[in-house]
């Protein structure tokens, strides 16, 4: 039986989540009305997974969630509103060690939790057992990294970076591990980079803001057909998919609405192919990192197949060690490295 505190001030959402877990038929719940309650119980009740509201009295949902990543490190799905102000909290709350997040269909209080159960319920079974990589944990496994001897990135094979692009494909953990990674791209690196990260259409826009405020490169949304700029990281709309095309010789990014044939969206498997469609693979670096599923292992895979240079992100590192282990089954990675040795490599492999 797995043991899963819920913990929300609404005793609507509270019986609505009990219920639904309830039907799984292999949750033990236990129920708390805020963030005091939701430190304490994880203290006596010791549950192997949390969901936890974001705006709570007497305690709020990110500071009961720094209390137990301290106290009693424990596997968290943030439970949040689809608003800008709420996608900024889930943001943080993903900083402080929650594995993964889940938006409520109607606002705080929701009377169609149903429309989400199937995700949820993916979610909260996935977080069980997630790699639990809160503050803490990270600043212990970069020490232990720094005491063994980092290998020296890769040098390019090739050089020219005309029509070069990096492609990113992340899901579950992927904000927090996309903040080790883009933030050490430097000014003058010399390629577009596109980012599929599965993730609502409310949160992608407040998400490149905070991006953009801690990268040296410009972040965008992609909202539009736009030209591929050098030096510039463009995230995939949540809602849409996110696809490169050509127009008079030069590179596009396009927002398309999401394929209902691709379960998960930005579709990193879309993007790839429109890659292999429009781009020579031997001018693309394909990065696949954490989350659950096999989005993109199939298209990245082709990307190395026809000349391309791919990244599986390692199991050291990742939160969910699924869509990078596709890749690496699928013989479709040219290196398996840790978050923090990837863009390192990047830039090497994009230098002229």
Not at 177 to 195: G, K, M
Not at 230 to 250: F, H, N, S
Not at 337 to 343: E, G, N, Q
Request: glycine share 8%.
């Amino acid at each position: 039986m797995i043991k899963l505190l819920i913990v929300d001030d609404s005793a609507l959402m509270r019986r609505q989540l009990a219920t639904l877990f309830e039907a799984e038929g292999d949750f033990t719940i236990h129920q708390a009305r805020n963030g005091k309650e939701a430190v304490a119980a994880n203290r006596a009740f010791q549950p192997d997974v949390v969901t936890l509201d974001i705006n709570m009295p007497e305690m709020d949902g990110l500071t009961a969630l720094a209390t137990m990543m301290a106290e009693r490190p424990v596997p968290v799905v943030m439970v949040s509103s689809l608003s800008e102000k709420g996608a900024l909290a889930t943001f943080e709350a993903l900083n402080l060690g929650a594995v993964d997040y889940i938006a409520k269909p109607g606002g705080t209080i929701s009377l169609s939790i149903g429309a989400i159960k199937d995700e949820l319920v993916s979610k909260v079974r996935t977080a069980v057992r997630a790699r639990l990589q809160g503050t803490s944990s990270r600043r212990v496994r970069a020490r232990d990294e720094r005491a063994q001897p980092a290998p020296r990135p890769v040098a390019a094979r090739r050089g020219g970076a005309a029509d070069g692009l990096v492609a990113i494909g992340v899901s579950t953990g992927g904000p927090r591990t996309l903040e080790d990674i883009l933030p050490l791209l430097p000014l003058e690196f010399p390629w577009p980079v596109l980012v599929a990260q599965h993730m609502p259409a409310a949160f992608t826009q407040p998400f490149a803001d905070r991006l953009n405020g801690i990268c040296p490169l410009s972040v965008v949304e992609a909202t539009h057909p736009t030209p591929l700029e050098p030096g510039t990281i463009y995230i995939g709309k949540g809602g849409a998919d996110m696809l490169v095309a050509r127009r008079a010789g030069k590179l596009m990014v396009l927002a398309k609405p999401e394929n209902r044939a691709f379960l998960w969206h930005p579709s990193v498997e879309l993007l790839g192919r429109s890659i292999l469609e429009h781009c020579d693979p031997s001018q693309v670096i394909a990065v696949l990192l954490t989350g659950m599923g096999h989005d993109g292992a199939d298209a990245f895979t082709e990307i190395k197949q026809r000349g391309g240079r791919t990244i599986a992100e390692s199991e050291a590192s990742a939160v969910v060690f699924g869509m990078p282990a596709e890749l690496i089954e699928r013989g479709g990675a040219s290196m398996v490295l840790p978050s923090h040795r990837i863009a390192a490599q990047i830039v090497v492999w994009a230098r002229p």
